[in-house]
């Protein structure tokens, strides 16, 4: 289970539908706000994450 998943049901968010959603790309789970909204948390795998912490990478550099 994606870290955050894990964070956000440690705090009471429950997900609808409970389980993780296993894509190639990665994972997703999506959630309901006190507001209504619906709100869905990602997370990559394999070249997918690699390339999300590439650009991650080359966004810090230009800030600093």
Avoid at 6 to 27: A, C, N
Avoid at 29 to 37: Q, T, Y
Wanted: hydrophobic fraction near 35%; charged fraction near 35%; avoid cysteine.
């Amino acid at each position: 289970m994606p870290d955050g998943v894990r964070t956000l049901k440690s705090r009471g968010v429950t997900f609808e539908p409970p389980e993780v959603l296993d894509f190639p790309w990665g994972y997703a789970a999506r959630f309901e706000d006190p507001d209504g909204n619906l709100l869905q948390v990602r997370e990559g795998r394999g070249a997918f994450d690699a390339e999300r912490n590439a650009f991650l990478e080359r966004d810090h550099e230009e800030m600093t």
